[in-house]
């Protein structure tokens, strides 16, 4: 799997006087069904993510404040900055991901497509080349 | 259907110097699956809501800020305080629900068993009265 520009998802977004909505089907908008949902609240500055995933497909939203995402497939790296709800970055699996939250506001909502396995996390950088190696 | 305290159902929270982080696994800590998530940011004491439906379910978890929901079965309103992800709301179909944004940070995420539907949406009180009677 690699990493792309497309990987950026434009949302359905609703605004109005009263502030604003975003919408994310799932199987629809996303390209899979969601199984699983976290919100992470972390203070600026923060890095956190820094591993991979096997199987999980992950599709981030920054639902307030901003984030900045780095992915890598393990030659590439490309930079994602997260300053509204209204675009989310699927995350496929096979790419290693690190969440910096830049603002003190900054939440963080992800939808995946597994639920919790801890064998499907890759949270050593030389595990996860060869990962990617064996893949090839 | 009816609201009742047991509705309010506690998230798994991982705490650490970072931050935090709530999971909500579909069909395990929720009693349904998700189709469909939505994120909303709206400005201090704004209303939103008002509405109810005929089959979704909703789980409502206060990302970030406070958020009142007032949840009514037509006889009775039970209020919510919401100001933590560490607890999520469910709202079952037939309810009346009402939020209200307390702080300028609220952000509501909201997780669904159906895709939208513009027919499942009940925006009239009188109608909803008469949907409550009708499924007694």
Redesign the interface.
Known sequence: MSIKKKNLIELPLYEDN?????????E?IIPF???????????VG?I?GEHAHKKCNQFM?C??GKIEVICSDGVTDIKYLLDS?SHGLHVPPGIWAKEQ?LTN?A?L?V?CDR??EKDDYINDYEEFLKFQRGNK
């Open positions: 009263r502030g604003s909505l975003v919408v994310i089907e799932g629809d069904s969601i199984k699983r949902v976290f919100i992470v609240n972390a203070n923060e956190r939203v639902a307030s709800p939250y506001d939440v909502t939808l639920h919790y």
